[in-house]
C-alpha cells in the first residue's frame, strides 16, 4: 500500500495514511496519459464554424438570365459558389465531428498513472475533513498556505460538489476544486498539487476501482 501524509487544514501532520496500490502505485506510462489527454480535449471540442452550402443559402431561384444568346455564360442560380454571395464549397460545418475513442480501462489507467506520478512526487496531500468555519476565501486560503505547495497551482478535491467551498476558492489563484466522482486526467495533470480529504480519497476508491 503506498503512503502518504495525513494533514489536518492547519497544516499539522497527523500520521500516514495509506492508498490502494490499484490507483496510487502504477508504474506511469507518459504516452497513456498523452494519449487520455488528446482524447479528453477532442471530446470536449464545441463546433463553432458554420458555412452555407448553395442549397442553404437565400435567393437564387430564378435563373439569372436565359440560357443562349446573350454571349455570357450560362448559369442556374445567383448562389452558384462561383458568385460573390452563393454558397461555399467543402466549407466547415456544424456536422464536423472531433470525437476520439478511447478504452474505458485504458481512461482509468491514465488517471492511476497521474494520480500515482503525485504521489511520487509528493504532491498528492490527503487532509482528514475540508469542514472550514464559513464558506469563506480567507479561510481556504489559510488552509493552502499552510499546506505543502502553497506557491504552485493545486485541485481541491471534495468528497461531493460542494458549492460552498467552490464559490471560497474561485478567487484564488492557481486553484481549481473538483468533486471526486468528476476528476479527469486533464485537470490532475494541469494542477501541480491534489489537495483531498480523506472522505474524497474514499470516493474516488469507490468510483474508480
Known amino acids: 500500500?503506498?503512503?502518504?501524509?495525513?494533514?489536518?487544514?492547519?497544516?499539522?501532520?497527523?500520521?500516514?495514511?495509506?492508498?490502494?496500490?490499484?490507483l496510487f502505485a502504477v508504474t506511469v506510462n507518459p504516452e497513456l496519459v498523452h494519449e487520455a489527454i488528446i482524447n479528453q480535449e477532442a471530446n470536449s471540442r464545441?463546433?463553432?464554424?458554420?458555412?452555407?452550402?448553395?442549397?442553404?443559402?437565400?435567393g437564387g431561384g430564378k435563373k439569372?438570365?436565359?440560357?443562349?444568346?446573350?454571349?455570357?455564360?450560362?448559369?442556374?442560380?445567383?448562389?452558384?459558389?462561383?458568385?460573390?454571395?452563393?454558397?461555399?464549397?467543402?466549407?466547415?460545418?456544424?456536422?464536423?465531428?472531433?470525437?476520439?475513442?478511447?478504452n474505458k480501462k485504458a481512461k482509468r489507467k491514465a488517471m492511476a498513472m497521474v494520480l500515482s506520478d503525485k504521489v511520487i512526487s509528493n504532491k498528492l496531500v490527503v487532509v482528514e475533513d475540508l469542514a472550514f468555519p464559513e464558506a469563506k476565501t480567507k479561510f481556504v486560503s489559510k488552509m493552502r498556505n499552510n499546506l505543502p505547495g502553497s506557491d504552485?497551482?493545486?485541485?481541491?478535491?471534495?468528497?461531493?460538489?460542494?458549492?460552498?467551498?467552490?464559490?471560497?476558492?474561485?478567487?484564488?489563484?492557481k486553484t481549481g476544486i473538483l468533486p471526486a466522482q468528476s476528476i479527469n486526467v486533464k485537470d490532475l495533470a494541469?494542477?501541480?498539487?491534489?489537495?483531498?480529504?480523506?472522505?474524497?480519497?474514499?470516493?474516488i476508491k469507490e468510483t474508480y476501482l
Open 64 to 102: 439569372p438570365w436565359k440560357q443562349k444568346g446573350t454571349g455570357r455564360a450560362r448559369h442556374g442560380s445567383s448562389r452558384s459558389p462561383i458568385w460573390i454571395g452563393g454558397g461555399v464549397t467543402f466549407g466547415p460545418n456544424l456536422f464536423r465531428q472531433f470525437g476520439k475513442k478511447m
Open 190 to 203: 494541469r494542477y501541480d498539487y491534489v489537495i483531498a480529504s480523506k472522505a474524497a480519497i474514499e470516493a
Open 1 to 22: 500500500m503506498a503512503k502518504v501524509i495525513l494533514y489536518k487544514i492547519d497544516g499539522t501532520k497527523t500520521g500516514d495514511y495509506e492508498l490502494p496500490d490499484k
Open 152 to 173: 504552485s497551482s493545486a485541485v481541491i478535491i471534495s468528497a461531493k460538489d460542494n458549492q460552498d467551498i467552490k464559490l471560497a476558492a474561485r478567487n484564488l489563484k
Open 46 to 58: 464545441i463546433v463553432i464554424a458554420n458555412t452555407k452550402d448553395r442549397s442553404e443559402v437565400r
